[in-house]
């Protein structure tokens, strides 16, 4: 048993005792290891528990001050990897917050790895959630500032998938907020970015999200620039150089590339996908941030008819498509204060023997991690 905490509906927290049974290493990054196994109590389902140590700027915070823990009790919605519970714990001096999250098996980037293909009724349940994702996140106005296949878990035998990682996420207290142009993954970085500007927009996840997309529907990135210069140079070989309005919309200098006239998305990708994915990609995929069309209508374009449809589609596996109706309502309940179930005996002590193993573990791989 460990004490944490957990967020009621209000977004306060509320103590509560923890228990998990043993758990693997799932995914690592420069600043955090995310570990997936089962928890006991108090409630029992699988998650992932995300472990952050804590650097120079944020070593004196408490947990419940972390920034990604601060985003996500803001948040709650079914294509996202919610924040169930959190705790801390010490290793190697340095506090480690710990985030109990939602955890589904399969990460879009291991996949396009190991050659999966998706198929289009797929690649549009997908792109779905996504988008239902962002469109929260806009309501909420969030902006995820990473979102890319690695960011992307999904369960390939029910259809469903999350959006994960809100460790670059910002809360915009307007609708814009200044901070460093060097974000987002290269190839989906958007272009005002890549130009330079420092004012951040829920147009950044639309671009982003709409590149994630792509290579579920066409099995490859769209823009695979071997660096920044090159990256612009693919967009503007494809959409044009930027117009007067779209540098005054972005408030940034004039890119210094050749001009290039557009050859269009179609040409670009040698017209490979359907005419409705196309109007999708050309419906977001603008260099003028504010002309791309935002999340929630994004939901609305004909090539999700088939998300509506009833009765539900069969897809390849002989699975119905996952009933995603309400993913389009921005409002959606957070589990209430949840009573600690008991648990037996014999269950406790085995779970806490492997919690123990696990935790050293766990220590072992963070203080390597740091080295």
């Not at 420092?198 to 066409?218: G, M, N, Q, R, Y």
């Not at 179930?341 to 269950?347: N, R």
Request: hydrophobic fraction near 35%; include cysteine; proline fraction near 5%.
């Amino acid at each position: 048993m460990m004490n944490g905490y957990g967020i009621k509906e209000n977004g306060e927290f509320y103590p509560v005792s923890l228990q998990f049974g043993g758990h693997k290493l799932c995914g690592s990054g420069r600043f955090s290891n995310v570990y997936c196994g089962q928890m006991i109590a108090p409630i029992q389902k699988e998650v992932a528990v995300k472990n952050v140590w804590s650097d120079t700027e944020t070593r004196h915070l408490k947990t419940s001050e972390y920034a990604e823990i601060q985003i996500l009790t803001k948040l709650f919605h079914p294509a996202i990897s919610n924040l169930l519970f959190f705790y801390s714990r010490s290793a190697n001096d340095k506090t480690i917050h710990c985030l109990v999250l939602d955890y589904l098996p399969n990460e879009m980037a291991k996949m396009r790895d190991q050659g999966v293909k998706f198929d289009v009724l797929d690649a549009k349940i997908y792109t779905f959630q996504l988008f239902s994702a962002i469109a929260h996140l806009a309501s909420k106005n969030i902006v995820h500032m990473d979102i890319k296949p690695q960011n992307v878990i999904m369960n390939r035998s029910t259809g469903n998938l999350k959006l994960a990682d809100f460790g670059n996420a910002r809360r915009l207290e307007t609708n814009e907020k200044t901070g460093g142009a060097y974000q987002v993954t290269r190839f989906y970085r958007p272009p005002e970015l890549l130009f330079g500007c420092e004012k951040f927009t829920p147009a950044i996840d639309i671009w982003s999200a709409t590149c994630v997309a792509f290579e579920l529907f066409a099995n490859r990135v769209l823009f695979r620039g071997k660096d920044t210069k090159d990256e612009i140079t693919l967009i503007i070989g494809v959409f044009g150089y930027p117009t007067d309005e779209d540098i005054k919309s972005m408030g940034v200098k004039r890119p210094r590339v050749a001009r290039k006239e557009a050859r269009g998305i179609e040409t670009y990708t040698s017209k490979m996908l359907d005419p409705e994915i196309y109007d999708f990609l050309k419906s977001t995929l603008k260099i003028d941030p504010k002309k791309r069309k935002p999340a929630i209508e994004v939901l609305k374009l004909p090539l999700f008819d088939v998300i509506r449809a009833i009765p539900r589609k069969k897809r390849s596996n002989g699975m119905e498509i996952p009933n995603l109706l309400n993913y389009t309502e921005m409002y959606h309940k957070r589990e209430s204060e949840v009573e600690v179930a008991p648990v037996d005996i014999e269950t406790t002590e085995k779970a806490e023997k492997e919690s123990k193993s696990s935790s050293s573990h766990s220590d072992e791989e963070d203080k390597g991690k740091e080295k």
